[in-house]
C-alpha cells in the first residue's frame, strides 16, 4: 500500500515532469444496499481511505499507466484500444474509451497511482480509479465537465468496458462526498442532501472478512435481472411503476403469487430497504444512534436471507458484535460475498470489541479478520502542494 509520497517518487522516477496530484477516496455506505439499481435510496460516505494519481498531460497520444501497489505498468495508444490482459488496467482503459467516445479531444498522459483501499473489501477501490481518473484527466486537459458528468462517464466506465453493470452509488460519492457528512442519494433524481454523522464519541469501524468479492462474478448482475423480472409482473398491474423504488409493500403483495418465490424475495428486500433508509436517516437527524443501528442489523438480515448475498464469513461477524452493547449496529457492506463489515462503535470499546471479534474469527474461519477504524472524508479532489507536504 501505498502513501501520496511514494506515488510521487515512482512517478518522478520514471518521467522527468512535476505532475498533478489527485486523491480518490473509497466509500461506506451506512444503509440502502442494493438499491441504487433500482433507483432508491443510499447513504454513504467517502471514508480516508484513498487512491493518489500522480498526472501530466503528454504531447504524444500514449497513455504510460503505472501501478505501484502492483508493481506493474501497461502502455496504449489512444488510437487503438481495447481490452488489457491486466485486470487493473481496464478501469482506466475504459475511462478513456468513454471520454472519447462522449467526444473530448485528449492528448496521451502518464499516471502513477496507488493508495490504501484495500482490493474486493468492499469499499469501492474500482470507483475510486475510474472516478478518479475521470476527474484527473478533465482537470490536466481543462475539458470542463461538470460533476455529474463525471460520474456518469466513470460508471459508463465500469458498466461497458469493466462489464460489471453497477449502479451509481460509488462513483457519485466519489465525486460529491463531503468530510463530516454522509449524502442521501435519491438515485431515481440524482438529488442528494447532506446527513450529517460526526460523533465525538462514535467510531465507524470495519472488519474485513479477506474473503475477495468479485463483483464481476455473475452474482452482481444476475441480481439486477432478478429484480427486473419483479418490476415487469409488478407493472402489469400497477402501470406506474418503472422500477422497485416505485414499488410499495402492498402493491409488492398483491402480486406476489404471480411471481416466482425467488423474485419475490429479492423485490421484497429492496422495498423494505428503502423504507428502512428513510427510518435511518429521520433517527439520524434525532441522533437515535441505537434506532440507527438496529436498522442496519435488520439490513444485514434482509442480504442474508432474502437478496442472498452474503457468506457465513459476513454473517459470522455481524452475529460475534451482537452481544457487546457498545455495538449500535453493523451489517454487510457493499455488494457482498466477502469484503467488509461496517460496525458502528462507542470509541471506548472499539479496541475491546475488535481484538475480541478478530480472535474469534481467526478460531472459526481460520483466517484474520482486517480491522479499520475510518474517517468520512471528501470526496475526489487535486491535492495541493501545501497539502502533500503536510502529508
Ligand atoms: C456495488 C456497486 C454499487 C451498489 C453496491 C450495492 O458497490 O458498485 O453500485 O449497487 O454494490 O449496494
Redesign the pocket.
Known amino acids: 500500500m501505498n502513501s501520496i509520497s511514494q506515488i510521487v517518487k515512482v512517478y518522478k522516477n520514471f518521467f522527468n515532469d512535476e505532475p498533478i496530484l489527485v486523491r480518490s477516496p473509497g466509500r461506506l455506505?451506512f444503509i440502502?444496499?442494493?438499491?441504487?439499481?433500482n433507483m432508491g435510496f443510499?447513504l454513504p460516505a467517502a471514508i480516508d481511505n484513498a487512491i493518489y494519481f500522480a498526472i501530466a498531460p503528454r504531447t504524444d497520444t500514449r497513455c504510460k499507466l503505472i501501478s505501484a501497489d502492483l508493481n506493474e505498468d501497461y502502455e496504449f495508444s489512444l488510437e487503438t484500444l481495447s481490452k488489457s490482459k491486466k485486470g487493473w488496467a481496464n478501469y482506466l482503459i475504459g475511462v478513456v474509451d468513454q471520454l472519447i467516445k462522449a467526444g473530448y479531444q485528449l492528448k496521451g498522459f502518464n499516471c502513477v497511482f496507488g493508495g490504501d483501499i484495500p482490493i474486493g473489501a468492499?469499499l469501492?477501490s474500482s470507483?475510486a480509479i475510474e472516478a478518479g481518473l475521470t476527474y484527473a484527466v478533465n482537470h490536466i486537459f481543462n475539458l470542463q465537465i461538470d460533476k455529474l458528468s463525471l460520474v456518469r462517464l466513470a460508471q459508463k466506465a465500469e458498466n461497458e468496458f469493466v462489464g460489471?453493470k453497477?449502479?451509481?452509488?460509488?462513483q457519485f460519492i466519489n465525486i460529491f462526498g463531503e468530510s463530516r457528512n454522509a449524502l442521501r442519494i435519491d438515485c431515481r433524481s440524482l438529488e442528494y442532501e447532506l446527513v450529517p454523522f460526526d460523533y465525538e464519541n462514535i467510531s465507524v469501524v470495519f472488519f474485513n472478512t479477506n474473503v475477495s468479492h468479485s463483483?464481476a462474478s455473475s452474482e452482481?448482475n444476475l441480481r439486477r435481472e432478478e429484480c427486473s423480472k419483479g418490476v415487469a409482473v409488478i407493472k402489469k398491474e400497477f402501470p406506474v411503476v418503472n422500477s422497485l423504488r416505485d414499488a410499495n409493500a402492498e402493491m409488492l403483495e398483491s402480486c406476489k403469487l404471480k411471481m416466482e418465490p425467488l423474485t419475490y424475495r429479492r423485490c421484497k428486500y429492496v422495498v423494505e430497504e428503502n423504507e428502512r433508509l428513510l427510518k435511518a436517516c429521520e433517527a439520524l437527524k434525532v441522533h437515535d444512534l441505537t434506532a440507527f443501528g438496529s436498522l442496519l442489523y435488520e439490513t444485514h438480515v434482509g442480504l442474508s436471507r432474502d437478496y442472498e448475498v452474503s457468506c457465513p464469513e459476513l454473517d459470522f461477524l455481524v452475529d460475534a458484535v451482537k452481544e457487546f452493547p457498545a455495538v449500535y449496529g453493523a451489517r454487510m457492506m457493499?455488494?457482498g460475498f466477502g469484503g467488509c463489515t461496517i460496525n458502528i462503535i462507542e470509541n471506548e470499546s472499539v479496541e475491546m470489541v475488535t481484538s475480541l471479534i478478530s480472535k474469534k474469527y481467526k478460531e472459526r474461519f481460520n483466517r484474520e479478520a482486517t480491522v479499520y477504524v475510518t474517517k468520512i472524508s471528501a470526496g475526489t479532489g487535486i491535492v495541493s502542494a501545501e497539502e502533500h507536504a503536510a502529508v
Open positions: 455506505n440502502g444496499e442494493h438499491t441504487d439499481y443510499v468492499g469501492s470507483a460489471v453497477c449502479g451509481i452509488m460509488d463483483l452482481y457493499g455488494g
